[in-house]
Each structure stands twice: as C-alpha cells, then as structure tokens.
T-cell receptor, first 112, second 112 residues
Framework: DTEVTQTPKHLVMGMTNKKSLKCEQHMGHRAMYWYKQKAKKPPELMFVYSYEKLSINESVPSRFSPECPNSSLLNLHLHALQPEDSALYLC???????????FGPGTRLLVL | GQQLNQSPQSMFIQEGEDVSMNCTSS?????WLWYKQDPGEGPVLLIALYKAGELTSNGRLTAQFGITRKDSFLNISASIPSDVGIYFCAGITQGGSEKLVFGKGTKLTVNP
C-alpha cells in the first residue's frame, strides 16, 4: 500500500478565515512533506518533518503553520491567507528523509 | 543551485506512437524518479531508479538511470489516450537530501 490521503479535496476560504489541511499515511513512513504547486509548475517544497520533528522550513510565511501530531498525520494550518496563496497543496511521505517520496492527491485551495 | 533540465517541454503525438523524454543535470544524483500528474491530482510515482546504468520497465514504460548519474530517460511505448498528463523527473542528491529536485515537466498530449 503506497497511499497518502489528503482532506479536503477542495477548499475555498476568505482572507480572514482559519482552516486546516490534513494528510495521513499508514505506510510506516517517518518523513512527511508539504508542497505548494502552481499551475504548469513543478511542486515547491514548503516543510519537511522527519521523525515528527520539523527539519526543513523553506522560508514559508507564518500564515502557514505545519503540525505533525504523530508519525502518521501531518496538518497544515492556514490563517489570513492571500489570494496568491491559491494553489494545489500536496502532501508526500517517504520511509525516511532522502528516500523515494509518495504524493497524496492534493487539496485545491482557492483564497478569495 | 541544482536543477534538472527536462525535455521536451511538450509533445503532441498520435495514439500508438512511442514517446521519449529525458532529464539531464550537471549534478550527480543518488536516485532518479519519474512521476505522472493528471490535472488537479497529485504526482503518481511511475518508476524509481537507484543504480547507475539501471534499466527498469513498468508495463509500457521504460526508464534508465544514466551511467554518470547525471541523466535519465523515460520511454512510453504504444501510447494510449490515458497517457495524457504532465511527466516530471525528480532527483535525490547524494547524501540523501530530503529535498527532491524537480524537472519542469513534459506535457504529453495524445490524439486518438
């Protein structure tokens, strides 16, 4: 089983809203990732958690706040987003950092 | 920084034709990955390559890891309409970096 699940599939939010994106995997992977992807571009890395600790933050604005409650779950908390934050948000996981990454289906986010 | 040069940028082919795309880099990679992404969905791993010179097949797909570890190609034989999508190569650098380096993608269109 190489499945990473993400909820919700679609999300529309206003600039004053607070929302969360969720990601889950049950493959025993110990590294989990958040990516942002704009149309016709490759995914851009945002955050990496390795063994439930934040190991990489790619200078992401503080209106994006990641959380890793346990080894299977990864959340991305959103607050006071801007319209330019509209994108496909992808979660991925790998057995450990530096290993092959498996992506979830993504959350399509629209900020109005 | 490291980058992968992926070509061609786009391809328009007839159903039944074979397809070839490649990625090159000036840097050495430990692992090469090929993903396919449908619109609005997450990238799906097609083939992972771990050894220099490795040739791997997955159904109608064949990929090879260059002997110098700086390039890879992906071939699709006898294309079908569902092959339509964007194909990304991605590399994991020596030392097992947590960051994937992505190519810019090849958009494939298959005419029935």
């Amino acid at each position: 089983d190489t499945e990473v699940t993400q909820t919700p599939k679609h999300l529309v939010m206003g600039m004053t809203n607070k929302k969360s994106l969720k990601c889950e995997q049950h493959m025993g992977h110990r590294a989990m990732y958040w990516y942002k992807q704009k149309a016709k571009k490759p995914p851009e890395l945002m955050f990496v958690y390795s063994y439930e600790k934040l190991s990489i933050n790619e200078s992401v604005p503080s209106r994006f706040s990641p959380e890793c409650p346990n080894s299977s779950l990864l959340n991305l908390h959103l607050h006071a987003l801007q319209p330019e934050d509209s994108a496909l948000y992808l979660c991925a996981s790998s057995l450990a950092g530096g290993e092959t990454q498996y992506f979830g289906p993504g959350t399509r986010l629209l900020v109005l | 920084g490291q980058q992968l040069n992926q070509s061609p940028q786009s391809m328009f082919i007839q159903e039944g034709e074979d397809v070839s795309m490649n990625c090159t880099s000036s840097s050495i990679f430990n692992t090469w990955l090929w993903y396919k992404q449908d619109p609005g969905e997450g990238p799906v791993l097609l083939i992972a390559l771990y050894k220099a010179g490795e040739l791997t097949s997955n159904g109608r797909l064949t990929a090879q890891f260059g002997i110098t570890r700086k390039d890879s190609f992906l071939n699709i034989s006898a294309s079908i309409p569902s092959d339509v999508g964007i194909y990304f190569c991605a590399g994991i650098t020596q030392g097992g970096s947590e960051k994937l380096v992505f190519g810019k993608g090849t958009k494939l269109t298959v005419n029935p």
